[in-house]
């Protein structure tokens, strides 16, 4: 029976005060959280310019120093919030959909070590945990002290103005602990995660490394023999490059975030005194040469160590020596052969070879553990250069979900967990964007509706004002959803509207007169024609005086109809009265041209609505013009209404968010004069707390519209693209177009590049300026989809089954989705 041995006997640190470890070897550690980059952001160029803020920020480091990198990798599970009762009945769906999601949840530390003075150094066979009692050292030098936290300083402040990283120091209490919550050293040596409560675990040490109930393996680069012939601050990843483009990540992550398993990833930077080490490598190499007559070998050690010697000293690089290992863990000791093969497989990624350590396990665990750096043992350790060591620090994090309470809910790129994304107003606070428009282009069958009806319901769920321009239904399920409007023609139920209708407690004010007069000119003329002063003058008294006679008259409703009446019956005769001619305003033509849209006439129903009358109150609005986006009277009119709709939201409704979507609608639009309104909406919506959004999926159609090409893109400062696959060939053109940089050009052409086969998702890009681009997995729960679905055979289904829940479309998605998951349904 094995001999335990109390943890307090021989652990390592003394104490934990003034946010700093002090050993009992006087060592002393000052511990930082780091906050990397999100995995698969960073550019070849970001790649090599972060490489370099380690090198500088290495270098500031004193003699004696250690640097050590500790990234910890846990296996989670995404909890659901269940708790909150304002969620919708989508939301809490989606809730359902992710709750246990595994993902990999990533924490960076950066510890920085003095080494005492006069310490012995430590090896495999003289190591602090295999002694039974230290004395500690009774005084340090406090310039030595203030020496070393200037240069921690420095190395803080060189990484923190990098915008890579952000740096936090941690605290006593986030060291040692508290009753409740397990510090940073009591969370290594038990292998804890961040929200685990403490728990004290046997640490056992033969017959391998054993935590608790957990089996740990160790395997570390510690020979340069097993290091890869070439190192660099990226490699390519093969899933996600195309022939056109090679996609980057950096070289050591397949240790990092693409190890999929509990893992702590290691990395020990030992700065030593270069004069030292240089006489050292030179008394080697003199050693070498005269033993190189007796083994090639000898001769071939030489030449290594003298070319070492040159590059030091000609190219003043800095020596040190260097460590790297991974700790797997598994509470299954079966798993052990996996976690081996996955080991392996990342490190022959690097082209690097694993060396499982067996009996000098337990001495580099201990030396991890936090304030304990200098105690590593140097023979596991390589000599190197800073700028080669640095290859090999893990550089990225996972995707962060943004703090904003608006956003999105995407899905991360490797494990599909949820994020909430704000692509709206965070970037207009950090000053990436200045606007919050939209530009979406996707082709068809990329998932470009479906993306769109989550964010439009995402948004709407948060309390904005929407209303939608389409052609093609894709917005019908998600509008009777959440019981908007939808303004559709057909035959039996067409169009309607009545611009003249004032909701209770509004007022006729300057706009809503310029609305009806852009509106009545644009009904009375021609393109082509033009309207004169009087005419526009005629038309302003008409409209006072009609809307003076309402104010008279309670009994009187307001519409077309009776604002023609009132011009035919009453302000004729006022005309007559001052005696205006019929050149300055004819109006026995404008009665008459306008006659098909006063009751009896062809169009007698377009301007008369009696209900669906206060939009401007109205959240979701949908306008469907597929069956009339031809019709050369009705859908010039219908947009001018759509846009008088909008406007007045944007004017009217302060400090609320407003969107306006405009679908393959915008073609047709445009074809019809209305590109200044267009061009109007996209430059000054951003004053009135609003966005616009155009979304299409051919690339012919940007190219041969100056109304896209000016001032849609002009002004969309965020730019969201789907599966572009089909023109990768041409896809030079696009990026010229919308000012897509290099590196956001292999981050759309990896989309959908290697999509995870058992779960049913599309991904998409979403670029903010062109400084934060990214891509995520559009990953709903069945709910969401059928609200969503523009398939028509699901579209069908979702209506039979309302239908049979007596029209209530919650209850009928629900009952759908659940026989689909039972199979039950037809």
Not at 93 to 105: A, C, D, G
Not at 295 to 308: C, G, L, P, Q, V
Not at 818 to 824: A, F, P, T, V
Request: net charge neutral.
């Amino acid at each position: 029976m094995s001999q335990s041995i109390p943890l307090l006997k021989t652990f390592p640190i003394y104490k934990v005060e003034h946010d700093c470890i002090l050993s009992k070897q006087g060592d002393i550690t000052l511990a930082y959280e780091a906050f990397l980059p999100e995995i698969f952001t960073l550019s070849n160029q970001d790649y090599e310019a972060f490489h370099q803020v380690w090198i500088k920020a290495i270098k500031v480091l004193p003699k004696n120093a250690v640097f050590h990198k500790q990234d910890w990798f846990f296996s989670q599970k995404h909890k659901a919030d269940f708790e909150n009762t304002d969620l919708s009945f989508l939301s809490r769906s989606s809730e359902r959909f992710f709750n246990e999601r595994p993902f990999l949840q990533h924490k960076c530390y950066i510890m920085l070590t003095q080494k005492a003075m006069d310490r012995k150094q430590s090896s495999s066979m003289f190591s602090n945990l295999l002694r039974s009692s230290i004395v500690p050292q009774e005084t340090i030098n406090p310039l030595r002290t203030q020496e070393f936290l200037d240069c921690a300083g420095q190395f803080e402040r060189i990484l923190s103005d990098s915008g890579f990283v952000k740096l936090n120091r941690i605290d006593n209490d986030q060291l040692a602990g508290t009753a409740r919550s397990a510090g940073l050293l009591e969370r290594y040596c038990f292998l804890l995660a961040e929200d685990e409560a403490p728990m004290i675990k046997d640490i056992h040490f033969k017959d391998g490394l054993k935590i608790g109930d957990q089996y740990c393996q160790l395997y570390a680069l510690s020979d340069v023999e097993d290091l890869p012939g070439l190192c660099g601050s990226r490699i390519n990843f093969d899933k996600y490059s195309s022939d056109k483009t090679k996609f980057s990540i950096g070289f050591a992550s397949p240790l990092g975030q693409l190890l999929s398993c509990n893992h702590i990833y290691n990395q020990y930077i030992l700065i030593e005194d270069v004069q030292k080490t240089i006489k050292l490598l030179e008394a080697k190499r003199l050693r070498l040469q005269s033993l190189s007559t007796y083994s090639r070998e000898n001769a071939i050690s030489r030449d290594a160590t003298s070319d070492f010697l040159n590059e030091a000293i000609g190219s003043q690089r800095q020596p040190v020596k260097a460590h790297f290992n991974v700790m797997v863990w598994t509470d299954n000791k079966s798993d052990l052969k996996e976690l081996k093969t996955q080991v392996s497989s990342a490190l022959a990624q690097m082209d690097a070879v694993a060396k499982q350590e067996m009996d000098g396990a337990p001495q580099i665990f201990w030396a991890g553990i936090p304030g304990n750096e200098a105690d590593f043992p140097m023979n596991d350790t390589f000599d190197t250069f800073a700028e080669q060591a640095t290859c090999f620090l893990n550089l990225e994090t996972s995707y962060r979900s943004s703090i904003s309470p608006v956003g999105i809910r995407m899905g991360d790129r490797l494990t599909g967990k949820p994020v909430h994304v704000d692509i709206s107003d965070e970037p207009v606070k950090r000053g990436i964007i200045t606007n919050r428009n939209k530009f979406i282009l996707g082709p068809s069958g990329s998932g470009k509706s479906f993306f769109t009806n989550h964010m439009v319901r995402s948004y709407y769920e948060q309390g904005t004002h929407i209303v939608l321009v389409d052609v093609g239904h894709s917005y019908k399920g998600l509008c009777d959803l959440v019981n908007g409007y939808y303004f559709t023609y057909t035959e039996t139920s067409p169009i309607r509207f009545n611009p003249f209708y004032i909701s209770e407690g509004d007022i006729l004010d300057t706009e809503k007169k310029e609305s009806i007069k852009t509106l009545l000119l644009a009904l009375a003329k021609k393109d082509d024609e033009t309207f004169s002063r009087s005419e526009y003058v005629a038309l302003s008294i008409s409209l006072q005086m009609y809307y003076d006679k309402l104010a008279k008259n309670k009994k009187l409703f307001p519409c077309f109809n009776t604002y023609y009446e009132f011009v035919r019956d009453e302000f004729v005769k006022v005309l007559k009265d001052d005696k205006v001619k019929d050149k300055d305003f004819d109006v026995e033509n404008f009665l008459y041209v306008l006659r098909p849209y006063y009751k009896g006439g062809e169009f007698d129903y377009l301007l008369n609505a009696s209900e669906n009358l206060d939009l401007l109150t109205e959240r979701f609005i949908v306008f469907e013009l597929d069956n009339i986006k031809d019709h050369p009277i009705l859908f010039p009119v219908v947009t001018i209404i759509i846009m008088e709709v909008f406007i007045s939201k944007m004017r009217k409704l302060k400090g609320i968010r407003k969107m306006i979507l405009i679908e393959e609608a915008w073609k047709a639009i445009a074809k019809e004069g209305m590109a200044e309104y267009i061009k109007y909406l996209f430059k000054t919506v951003r004053k009135f707390y609003g966005e616009a959004i155009v979304v299409t999926q051919e690339v012919e159609d940007i190219i041969s519209s100056p109304v896209v090409k000016q001032a849609i893109i002009n002004n969309s400062d965020c730019k969201i693209l789907l599966d572009q696959s089909k023109y990768q060939n041409k896809f030079d053109q696009i990026q010229e177009l919308l000012g897509l940089t290099d590196k956001e050009k292999a981050l759309v052409l990896s989309i959908n590049k290697s999509n995870d086969p058992s779960r049913r998702y599309k991904e998409v890009f979403i670029s903010l300026g062109g400084v934060l681009s990214k891509v995520y997995a559009t990953e709903v729960s069945l709910e969401e989809y059928l609200a969503y679905t523009t398939e028509e055979s699901e579209k069908m289904k979702v209506q039979a089954y309302t239908k049979k829940w007596g029209g209530d479309i919650r209850k009928g998605i629900a009952a759908l989705a659940n026989d689909i998951r039972l199979g039950n349904a037809a």
